[in-house]
């Protein structure tokens, strides 16, 4: 190999990664092979399935009782969507902490691949595993008596909120990820995060029953008011004043996240 | 002197407190391997990531192949493959998918990827184990994977990272051949190494790297002719014993012995300087208790040059002992 040679073969590979498409190109192969692991380690995906089923039943029949809610499988199983890919959200911090850690973010620097790939890969392939959890999920609400009350078609616009939600939720967990740089600190500190996220909320008691001074935060949190959108788009009542709040979160949360995550790539490592 | 493959010139980064490179100067001609020597936080490794595009240098410039490592980062990534220290191959994919990736990801076309992965399982004997996850392999395999990783695009620059650390002598040789191939198609390969034996084996030219700062710059031969080309380790019976030794023999070889408690060292040229020392010894009634003849290790060549051991400066983040530094994020 001469250096023209040499530089010829850059040439070519120059040309095609000069292509328009190079970033859905790379972001694609990245999610290809995040997918992969969750193929081959299944304990990543009965972590994010074991976990909200065992919610399920414990909300239905060990506090169900208690709480005060006619119904409470059908006001219940619209919170457990939500709180499962707020949970589900986690993984993303730990999938980029752990190839952080590995030294496989060094490599992927130095590569001539878009910046963008290896952060819309993680959510891409995060995003595809919440499809087939949501699907499960609604399959164990089937099974312990929830029925939709509105129409298919509500409904299915309630499970692509869910998603929505998770796709926006992991962008925040990207940069937790890539700050700590360390799956089982990434974990650690995302906990603390989305406890209260969780059980602050909507999710499964009504935040009328909560203490006055926590009512405004359980009230217009994100997680509170995506699974009051929801839980109307699936059991009826008003829906457009939901929606619209969880949207706008969504979209805040993109706007300062996104940009945020893809600068601590470049600057990580 | 050829084209230059690689342009170092006044780099400089420092992490916190700790200043990885303290200006180093270097070049490398086109289809030559040029080995960086030093001991852990030398700044070999801060040196190839900046190099390779991942991390900006504080102040000075570096090109590689015409091409400036920050201002034209893109085009540096179409030529050049990195293997680094840590093995950096996907665990949960299988030899062969983890080398489509990497192919995709530096722009190859698609449907060159299978057989050049082919090819390279098949020369890095990996072919057997293509298709099983690469946590089943075993460190050696996995290294030989991480090198493959790194020639998927053909690369006309490739840097190697410490690449023989963690194989075994056999794996270490297999290696040492395939760069030489490289080397021979034209490939230009530049390469750390704590070991001088690797350093000599295979770079014709030899930059020696100690606190940031490059401490020497010589071929092999080069070197070895300041160091002289073999050590001798003479055990005295006491520390009083070592100290008259030291200054008999300094009278003929000057500042080429040393003390270390009761252990005298000297750089020889040959067998006719340890004849010489034996004669000396006895004539001054010392009697050795133990006599050692070997190759010069880079300590040596620490010594030698710098009067001090090639002792670890390994602060976390200096030298990519990486868990410190990737913990603290964008350092």
Not at chain 1, 97 to 102: E, F, N, P, R, V
Not at chain 1, 227 to 234: H, Q, T
Not at chain 1, 255 to 261: A, I, K, Q, Y
Request: charged share 20%.
């Amino acid at each position: 190999m001469t250096t023209r040679a040499a530089d010829l073969t850059a040439q070519t590979l120059e040309r095609r990664g000069s292509s328009a498409m190079r970033p859905i190109r790379d972001a694609l192969a990245v999610t290809g092979r995040n997918l992969i692991g969750y193929r081959r380690v299944p304990q990543l995906l009965v972590f994010s399935t074991i976990q909200p089923v065992i919610f399920v039943v414990l909300f239905r029949y060990v506090f169900g009782g208690a709480v005060n809610i006619p119904n409470y499988q059908n006001y219940l199983m619209p919170g457990v969507f939500v709180q499962t890919v707020v949970f589900g959200a986690m993984t993303t911090a730990v999938g980029l902490a752990t190839d952080l850690k590995s030294g496989l973010l060094e490599r992927f620097r130095s590569l001539p691949m878009a910046r963008s790939a290896v952060l819309a890969g993680r959510t891409g392939a995060d995003l595809a595993r919440n499809v087939f959890v949501a699907a499960l999920m609604a399959a164990v609400g089937f099974l312990v008596g929830f029925r939709v009350q509105t129409n298919p078609i509500a409904f299915l616009f309630g499970m692509l909120l869910v998603l929505l939600f998770g796709y926006v939720l992991s962008w925040i967990f990207a940069n937790v990820g890539l700050a700590v740089g360390d799956p089982e600190t990434a974990q650690a500190a995302a906990f603390p995060v989305v406890a209260p996220l969780i059980f602050a909320s909507s999710a499964f008691v009504q935040v009328s029953s909560m203490p006055g001074w926590l009512q405004p935060f359980a009230k217009y949190q994100p997680v509170s008011v995506t699974a009051s959108a929801v839980r109307a788009l699936m059991i009826g009542g008003p829906t457009a004043s939901f929606v619209i709040q969880s949207l706008a979160w969504c979209a805040g949360i993109l706007l300062v996240f996104v940009p945020l995550g893809v600068r601590r790539y470049r600057r990580t490592v | 002197m050829g084209d230059v493959a690689i342009l170092v010139e006044g780099l400089t980064k420092r992490f916190g407190d700790l200043q990885a490179l303290a200006g180093i100067d270097f070049e490398v001609e086109v289809g030559t391997v040029f080995g960086l020597l030093g001991p852990n936080g030398a700044g070999k490794t801060t040196a190839i990531r900046i190099l390779t595009t991942i991390l900006h240098p504080d102040a000075g410039r570096a090109e590689v192949l015409g091409h400036d490592v920050v201002g034209d980062a893109e085009s540096v990534r179409y030529r050049i493959g990195l293997a680094g220290q840590y093995a950096a191959v996907d665990r949960n994919l299988t030899g062969r998918e983890n080398l489509r990736l990497i192919g995709r990801l530096a722009q190859v076309e698609p449907s060159e990827i299978p057989g050049r992965a082919n090819e390279l399982l098949q020369r890095f004997g990996l072919s057997e184990a293509a298709d099983r996850p690469v946590r089943t392999y075993s460190g050696g395999m996995r290294r030989r994977l991480d090198v493959a990783a790194a020639l998927v695009q053909r690369p006309p620059v490739l840097f190697l990272d410490e690449p023989t650390t963690g194989l075994d002598i056999t794996g270490r040789n297999e290696l040492w051949d395939m760069i030489r191939e490289l080397v021979a198609d034209g490939t230009t390969v530049l390469l750390t190494t704590q070991y001088l034996e690797e350093a000599d084996r295979l770079a014709g030219r030899i930059a020696v790297i100690d606190r940031g700062k490059v401490i020497a710059n010589d071929t092999p031969a080069g070197l070895k002719a300041q160091l002289g080309s073999t050590v001798i380790e003479i055990g005295m019976a006491n520390e009083p014993s070592a100290l008259s030794a030291k200054e008999l023999l300094s009278r003929t070889l000057g500042d080429r012995v040393e003390r270390e408690g009761s252990m005298v060292r000297l750089t020889a040229d040959g067998a006719g300087t340890l004849m010489d020392v034996l004669r000396s010894l006895d004539a001054g009634g010392l009697g050795p208790a133990s006599i050692a003849v070997r190759e010069p290790s880079m300590d040596d060549v620490f010594l030698r040059l710098t009067g001090h051991h090639a002792e670890d400066t390994a602060v976390p983040e200096a030298d990519g002992a990486g868990k410190a530094r990737r913990k603290r994020g964008a350092a």
